[in-house]
């Protein structure tokens, strides 16, 4: 596992894994600029070794103020962390995939295929700008009662006649 550590301010570019943090904890990701990689950030709660997977905490972890672009995934974060102020953007899959007990807040994703993929419960998300996705949120077999959202405008655009329609006024 790894703790404590500040990574900031590193370009990445064409690689499988951009940072990759397995049980981590109090580590600040800060300020790096992403390009062409699979996974972008990184933290993983599992390592399979062999024939065995262990599970590691995965909490405290801030991820701020990073531009990630033109790869796959851009920031996975599993655990309790602070994801903010982060820049995603030409990602082929998932902009930004959370599991439980993150704030996600500040963040400008666009023409991702996925906006923000909230895996599991108790987090939550406040001002995040999502434009030109396939999908902008996907909650995956959640419960509401476990999340919320904050701040976030969503416009429905209804083009069938309905019975009104077809009434002519009088």
């Given at each position: 596992s790894s703790s404590n550590n500040v990574i900031e301010k590193n370009q990445l570019?064409?690689?499988?894994?951009?940072?990759?943090?397995?049980?981590?904890?109090?580590?600040?990701?800060?300020?790096?600029?992403?390009?062409?990689?699979?996974?972008?950030?990184?933290?993983?709660?599992?390592?399979?070794?062999?024939?065995?997977?262990?599970?590691?905490?995965?909490?405290?972890?801030?991820?701020?103020?990073?531009?990630?672009?033109?790869?796959?995934?851009?920031?996975t974060a599993h655990g309790n962390n602070i994801v903010e102020k982060n820049s995603l953007s030409g990602n082929s899959g998932t902009a930004i995939k959370i599991d439980k007990n993150t704030t996600l807040?500040?963040?400008?994703?666009?023409?991702?295929?996925?906006?923000?993929?909230?895996?599991?419960?108790?987090?939550?998300?406040?001002?995040?700008?999502?434009?030109?996705?396939?999908?902008?949120?996907?909650?995956p077999?959640?419960?509401s009662d476990y999340w919320r959202l904050d701040s976030v405008n969503i416009c429905l655009l209804y083009t069938s006649p309905s019975p009104r329609d077809r009434t002519r006024s009088r």
């Amino acid at each position: 596992s790894s703790s404590n550590n500040v990574i900031e301010k590193n370009q990445l570019s064409d690689t499988g894994v951009g940072i990759k943090l397995t049980g981590s904890y109090n580590n600040t990701v800060f300020s790096n600029i992403i390009t062409k990689t699979v996974e972008g950030i990184y933290f993983a709660e599992y390592e399979s070794t062999g024939w065995s997977t262990s599970t590691y905490a995965v909490t405290g972890n801030i991820i701020s103020n990073n531009q990630i672009r033109e790869g796959t995934n851009g920031i996975t974060a599993h655990g309790n962390n602070i994801v903010e102020k982060n820049s995603l953007s030409g990602n082929s899959g998932t902009a930004i995939k959370i599991d439980k007990n993150t704030t996600l807040t500040n963040n400008v994703v666009s023409n991702c295929a996925i906006g923000i993929d909230v895996a599991k419960s108790y987090n939550v998300l406040k001002n995040n700008t999502i434009t030109n996705t396939k999908h902008s949120f996907f909650f995956p077999e959640i419960h509401s009662d476990y999340w919320r959202l904050d701040s976030v405008n969503i416009c429905l655009l209804y083009t069938s006649p309905s019975p009104r329609d077809r009434t002519r006024s009088r």
